[in-house]
Nanobody, 125 residues
Framework: VQLQAFGGGLVQAGGSLRLSCAASGRSFSRYGMGWFRQAPGKEREFVAAISWSGGTTYYADSVKGRFTISRANAKNTVYLQMNSLKPEDTAVYYC???????????????????WGQGTLVTVSS
């Protein structure tokens, strides 16, 4: 599967952005999906993950209550709605797909099999 993330940009603190990740190929509804981010000089970190049907979601503590992950399987797309953005949210955001048979969202990068190219989010203070 190929993933393409888009929707990043420059936003002021307190603003909102919605990232999208479009997947090619079949069986998208059988992939666990996740969002990760990497800030300059830092390691890639988990942001959010969602199960096959969207019934289960996990979030990093740093984004809980501000970000929402969702998916539209008919459109082969996963979203990340980001509200109340902070300067520390500035990073390149990556979407990832996990094709393991276990329908449980993964909160670490290792289990993910496919990665998008990333989209830059910059939050100004």
């Amino acid at each position: 599967v190929q993933l393409q993330a888009f929707g990043g940009g420059l936003v002021q603190a307190g603003g909102s952005l919605r990232l999208s990740c479009a997947a090619s190929g079949r069986s998208f509804s059988r992939y666990g999906m996740g969002w990760f981010r990497q800030a300059p000089g830092k390691e890639r970190e988990f942001v959010a993950a969602i199960s096959w049907s969207g019934g289960t979601t996990y979030y990093a503590d740093s984004v809980k209550g501000r970000f929402t992950i969702s998916r539209a399987n008919a459109k082969n797309t996963v979203y990340l709605q980001m509200n109340s953005l902070k300067p520390e949210d500035t990073a390149v955001y990556y979407c990832a797909a996990d094709d393991s048979p276990e329908n449980r969202p993964k909160v670490v990068a290792g289990p993910y099999d496919y990665w998008g190219q990333g989209t830059l989010v910059t939050v100004s203070s």
